[in-house]
């Protein structure tokens, strides 16, 4: 157990430099973990206060504390906050400080004036950075957003896969891993490639009762989108604003924007295309509620924390449950009222699959970038590779992770890329030992194919579904829900059963371990009527007829 400073207790350090009358569900558990010396990955929903956990933990803890983030203006957020409330002092370190910024801040952190230090995980690619951290090793390292680790998370990061190594370099300092979304499968995966030794898992509850859900059926896209557009105008004239509107292409958004503001709607439009200056401009329009409605890609949220949003519509479907609960969760933070709408179209599945199959890379493109690692002398930055192989940035990045994945390859803390030894000997590239990694390269992409299919699926069947649309929404997160809800439009029409009401018997308890002679191990996630569904490791969500898994004895328990 790590040695601990001579202060207050929990409890105190929250209500007197917090002004926390009580901690908040599942907080307590995480920092009393982490005093107790344990990694621990937090599971909580947004607004549950996660950034106090690190925060009230680092207070009670010796030593410094470094914070991994990937939004510099949640960064900066975090660091103001810090500054002004409590005693000790944070910085930032990321791309928009001047050099003689960057150095004055590092040195501060290597006397020992910061208690806090921010970084994006781009800046583990300077070594600067990292030799600061390997002089003044913090006590505990935190990981925000920790989703981007996952290759199943929906907003998947590669600077985010250097992490493990850099904990690693730095002897493993107790770790935190926080999120707002993960299914079992993503919490597995973030735990293993942070490295976290036997990690106490905080999974707070998912259910966001205030958070009306509802699904409108079309048979064309025209009256989708019109439908939308009068949805949206309704809400602005009840006054129930200002919303969010998810779109699938950035055209879609600044379509969807102007034709909003034909109808007198304050409405702007965010995505990718635009130039930094102006998403940041954007951003704080919505913020300051100079704008009513904004209609964007999902290049928009991760980190806008806006408790007053009163609806999030989708005018596309998400390419998973896990996107879409991450969405709609912008929505409502306050505890007051709010809508959730998903404008299903079910031709909208074919852009979604198109999407999910775009920038995958073929064996020979696998096989050129293990070959051009082997060749180097030295451990070669991505960039420099680029440039030898002729590939895009994306689709290098893609093959880099398989490499590591099969082996072949390694990325070090600093971002640059080694061939481990076995995969070439000094002389030369072993070419059978070059294509049997690019063969696991593939391989390993078609089994994400396929996982991203089956989390397509779970999200058509809820579009689709008729029972409780937060019991299905949870139930895909691990948790049990009692039917009616009484907050979602398939309870409110009466169309749903009650728990277990006229269910088939069932064989194996909700969220308990399982065995399939040909899929291998998974979970059970749900029960619906006589329907099953499964998260399988090895290739994602099954649904299963009960009747057929008794009768053929296709499941047994783990």
Known sequence: MRKQKEAPSIGQIAREEFDFAELRPGQQEAIQALLDGQDTLAVMPTGSGKSAIYQIAALLLSGPTVVVSPLIALQQDQVESINQHNAVTAAVVNSTLRQSQRRETLQEWKEGDLEFLFLAPEQFNNEETLQHLLQVRPSLFVIDEAHCISEWGHDFRPDYLRIGKVIESLDHPLTLALTATASPLMRDEIVKRLGMRQPRVVVQGFDRPNIHLSVQRFDSEEAKREQLIECTVENVRRGAVPGIVYCATRKEAEEVAAALQSRNVRAIFYHAGLKGNERQSVQHAFMRDEAEVIVATIAFGMGVDKPNVRFVFHLDISDSLDSYYQEIGRSGRDGKPARAVLFYYPRDL?????????????????????????????????????????????????????????????????????????????????PGETAQAAHEVVEAQERRRRFEQSRLEMMQNYAESRDCLRRYLLNYFGEEHEAPCGSCANCDAGVVRAQNEDDAERPFAHGSRVMHRTYGAGQVMRYEGDKMVVLFEQIGYKTLGINLVLQNNLLESL
């Not at 493109?365 to 180097?376: G, M, T």
């Not at 002729?390 to 290098?396: A, E, N, R």
Request: hydrophobic share 40%.
């Open 350 to 430: 074919g852009l979604r699959r198109f999407l999910n199959s775009s920038g995958r890379i073929t064996a020979r493109e696998a096989s050129l970038v293990a070959r051009a690692v082997a060749e180097q002398d030295d451990p070669v930055a991505p960039r420099e590779l680029c440039q030898q192989v002729d590939l895009s940035q994306s689709k290098l990045n893609s093959a880099i992770h398989g490499l590591q994945e099969a082996g072949a390859v390694e990325m070090l803390p600093d971002g640059t890329v080694v061939a481990i030894e076995d995969s070439a000997t000094e002389d030369s590239v072993q």
